[in-house]
């Protein structure tokens, strides 16, 4: 099977500070992903996605960078906030493989005020 | 107006019960899934059906069976649950446009613990 992510690690950071939360993934045939922000007792919920045409997508407050070179993604997270504190996930699929996402471990970020 | 709503979000059971969860979703797309959560938050597909035909079938046991009467539902019943069983199970949806995929929008899980 695919082996995207880590053991599941933990970040802490101080609110305010920028927050940047990494996935490894092993398939070079990979070109979507996406990031989830998992609250507890909560289903994961879509933050944002890139295709792998691109190098960086931003959102609001977010921005996703995508390193083929060395199968690497980040979600970088500005100003911090409290509510941001969750696990996050990166899933990634490629499109010979019909909807089929692969979760990482997932990292769950703590947010101290 | 939740866009993928599960129903029971709790469910506790003795070992060997047979039961079913179901999902609907709200939000027009044409494909679903199943995933189980287990106690360290690792996410594994289950199944997923596009427009009500199967098209992943992950390593499952067979105890498990998903069915789609409509693109809006896809439920899964549980044969004989054992301990191991024990986990979230969420349900997710998405729209797909030709081989490429849309983001994927979950449900808000269904905590089974088997006793």
């Known amino acids: 099977g695919e082996s995207v992510g880590l053991h599941l690690p933990t970040l802490s950071v101080q609110e305010g500070d920028n927050s940047i939360i990494n996935c490894a993934y092993s398939?070079?045939?990979?070109?979507?992903f996406i990031w989830y922000k998992q609250e507890s007792g909560k289903g994961p919920q879509f933050i944002i996605d890139?295709?792998?045409?691109?190098d960086k997508r931003q959102g609001q407050r977010v921005t996703v960078l995508l390193n083929k070179t060395v199968k690497h993604l980040s979600l970088q997270i500005a100003a911090t906030q409290p509510g941001d504190s969750a696990v996050y996930f990166c899933?990634?699929?490629?499109?010979?493989?019909?909807?089929?996402?692969?979760f990482g471990s997932g990292t769950k970020l703590n947010v101290k005020p | 107006d939740t866009a993928v709503s599960q129903t029971p979000k709790y469910l506790v059971t003795q070992m060997g019960n047979d039961k079913s969860i179901k999902c609907e979703q709200n939000?027009?797309?044409?494909?679903m899934y199943w995933y189980k959560q287990d106690s360290k938050k690792f996410l594994k597909i289950m199944f997923s059906?596009?427009?009500?035909?199967?098209?992943i079938n992950e390593t499952v046991p067979n105890r498990f069976s998903p069915k789609s009467p409509d693109k809006a539902h896809l439920n899964l019943h549980i044969n004989s649950l054992e301990l191991g069983d024990s986990a979230v199970y969420f349900c997710?949806?998405?729209?797909?446009?030709?081989?490429?995929?849309?983001?994927?929008?979950f449900g808000p899980g269904t905590r089974l613990l088997v006793l």
């Open positions: 899933a990634e699929s490629h499109t010979g493989n019909f909807n089929k996402f692969y």
């Open positions: 939000l027009g797309h044409d494909t």
């Open positions: 398939n070079s045939a990979s070109d979507y």
């Open positions: 059906y596009n427009n009500k035909e199967l098209i």
């Open positions: 890139i295709r792998s045409n691109m």
């Open positions: 997710a949806s998405s729209q797909t446009q030709g081989q490429t995929q849309g983001a994927q929008y």
